[in-house]
């Protein structure tokens, strides 16, 4: 496409040097465009291991009837503990139930008029790590025809809104790329024309030398790439800030709240911001430079 | 035959015709056949223009504002083209080059202008640079002409001054330096005393008659009638729109164009 020659390099640097405020301009633009893009990708990646981990919840939860009877209850533990990847049963009381709930959730009592049937008791489950949802379906599906159960909670309803969240995220991101692509085209582009305005008398001069196309547009898509490649690296210098003030104020709470702690973006995602940005800043200004100044 | 397979690109050797065989230098330099050129139509600024220009001459375009010296110029290096008629550069039709071999016939010719055209942010050094820089030379032997190109035109140790600084004088001759450092088989020169005090105009005449010495064709259009009478040479007038050759120079008896000269 063009070459990077000393010369190239060197013309690029020295309109860098004489353009710097333009170029500085154009760069926090991008940057703002690129930390959109990134804030959703950071977002989708924490949400993907949200729904990562939570796929893997590894407990399910057996609701009984009113009526179950011990031998019942017995029956189904034993029956619950020969399923391959059931590591534990617990049997909780519909008291035991009442008596969590206000300790954890209603310390002052003001839920205590609730009726015994609000609290049912359970058998909670632990299920191996490597148990599969679709593993854990068959399962529950065995389960519910059982006489004494009443229901089946395995949290997969949860995994199946996250994994909505995590596509519609998918989907968002999507569009903001498209929208930092026409941003990106919009402010490289602008900002290479009138870089190329203000060095008329330079094209011309180039153009009188016997300068080709090429070797007049190679500096400015070199700018051009760099803009885009600082405007991204920019964005992610202003997300890592935010990521940091934020990370250690609720880092615990997300924790306790998802299972997961929250990540900054993988290495890879930010690596290949940039070089999108690169790409996208050469491309802008490639084509905002089709058609040169003549002599 | 002169303008056959014009769409080949030029890629000239640094040195002037070193491409072209020996066939190539008995041919004339310059060759204008029934060049017809207007911007309005009904008033052609070139109508039928007959010229030809060998190797190593020096020639004056001379002629009243507007009559045509600049196009004609404009016209050689590609930066216009003729409505009719062909003009043979080393024997191949400019007007008949791709747009990507303009470039190249670009390398082949040398322009000075009265406006200098440098690039004031630039320093003296990168403004005559350029022109090697196109060529894609390594730094050592750039550095190397172009010293050479700015002690012939007497700005040696000038190179690292901003090119913006420096008086006219100095400015044109850092655009002498710009259009002789890669050797060019032509130089081209627009008015290129026009914006100079009358004794730094003959010393530039001077620094283009030592470039002339060395070899190279010089085309050196002015409407000054002062510069003509420097020394004789060949001057072609323009007028009308075509070409009336005067070899001997201004100075002799046959002057009936004298009167439409600007004194």
Known sequence: ??????????????????????????????????????????????????????????RASIYLKDDATSADVAQLKDALAKVPGVNGVRYVSSGQARETFGKDEDPQGSLAALPAEA???????????????????????????????????????????????????????????VIVLLS?????????????????????????????????????????SLQGAAGAVGALAILGAMFLLV???????????????????PWQFALGMVALGAILGAAAASLGLRRLVQV | MPGEDDSRPFRPKLRAGARFGADAAQRPILMFEDVYKSYRPGAPVL??????????????????????KSTLLRLLYRAETVDEGRILFMGRDVARLTPDSIPFLRRNIGCVFQDFKLVDSW??????????????????????????????????????DPAGVLSGGEQQRIAIARAIVGEPALLLADEPTGNLDPQLAIDILGLFEEIHESGTTVIFATHDRTLLEVRPRRVVVLDNGKAMDVRAGVATEDDDFDNELPV
Not at chain 1, 36 to 45: F, I, W, Y
Request: aromatic share 8%; glycine share 8%; net charge positive.
């Open chain 1, 1 to 58: 496409m063009f070459d990077l020659s000393s010369a190239t390099t060197r013309r690029a640097k020295r309109g860098l040097r004489r353009e710097w405020r333009l170029h500085a301009l154009s760069i926090f633009s991008l940057s703002v465009a690129f930390v959109c893009l990134a804030t959703s990708l950071l977002v989708v990646t924490n949400l993907q291991a949200v729904e990562k981990r939570w796929s893997h919840a590894g």
């Open chain 1, 119 to 177: 609290f049912p008791a359970s058998i909670e489950v632990d299920v191996a790590s490597d148990v599969t949802d679709e593993s854990l379906t068959e399962i529950v599906a065995k389960l519910q025809k059982l006489p004494a159960v009443d229901d089946v909670e395995t949290y997969q309803s949860w995994t199946d809104k996250l994994a909505r969240l995590v596509r519609g995220g998918v989907a968002a991101s999507a569009v903001l790329a």
């Open chain 1, 184 to 224: 990106v085209l919009a402010v490289v582009g602008s900002t290479m024309r009138f870089a190329l305005q203000r060095r008329r008398a330079e094209v011309e001069v180039l153009r009188l030398v016997g300068a080709t196309d090429r070797f007049v547009k190679a500096p400015f898509i070199v700018e051009g």
């Open chain 1, 247 to 265: 990370h250690s104020r609720v880092d615990g709470e997300l924790a306790a709240l998802f299972g997961v702690q929250p990540s900054f973006l």
């Open chain 2, 47 to 68: 109508r039928g223009m007959n010229l030809v220009i060998e190797r190593g001459e020096f020639v004056f375009f001379t002629g009243a504002s507007g009559a045509g």
């Open chain 2, 123 to 160: 320093s003296v050094y990168e403004n005559v640079a350029i022109t090697l820089e196109v060529l894609g030379l390594p730094q050592r032997l750039i550095r190397a002409r172009v010293g050479e190109a700015l002690e012939r035109v007497g700005l040696d140790g000038r190179g690292s």
